[in-house]
C-alpha cells in the first residue's frame, strides 16, 4: 500500500470519527432538553474553527476535509440549535425551584 493512500485512509477515519463524536451529545441534548454544562461560546469558537478549516479545504481541493468539516459543521450547527432551543427553559425551571423553596 502505498504511503498517500495510507495518510488518505488515517485522514478519513479522522474525519469520520470528528462527524461522529457529536452525535451522543445531540441525543443527549434532545432527550433531556436540558443544556447544562454547554457553553455557548465554545460552541461558537468550535464553529468558527470549523469553518476557516472548511474553508481552507475547499480552497486546497481537499475532499476530505471538505466532506468532513461540512458534515461536522452542520451537526455542531445543530447542537447549537438544540442549546439555544433549550437553555432558556432551563433558567425557568431554575426560577421555578427557587420560588417553591
Do not use: H
Request: with cysteine; hydrophobic share 45%.
Amino acid at each position: 500500500m502505498e504511503t498517500v493512500n495510507i495518510f488518505e485512509l488515517l485522514g478519513t477515519t479522522g474525519s469520520l470519527i470528528m462527524c461522529a463524536s457529536s452525535v451522543p451529545q445531540i441525543i443527549k441534548t434532545y432527550r433531556t432538553k436540558c443544556t447544562d454544562g454547554l457553553s455557548g461560546y465554545y460552541l461558537a469558537i468550535l464553529m468558527l474553527g470549523m469553518s476557516l478549516i472548511l474553508l481552507y479545504a475547499l480552497y486546497v481541493k481537499n475532499i476530505v476535509f471538505i466532506f468532513g468539516n461540512g458534515v461536522s459543521l452542520s451537526l455542531t450547527g445543530i447542537l447549537v440549535g438544540l442549546w439555544y432551543r433549550y437553555r432558556n427553559k432551563n433558567k425557568k425551571v431554575l426560577e421555578l425551584e427557587k420560588g417553591e423553596m
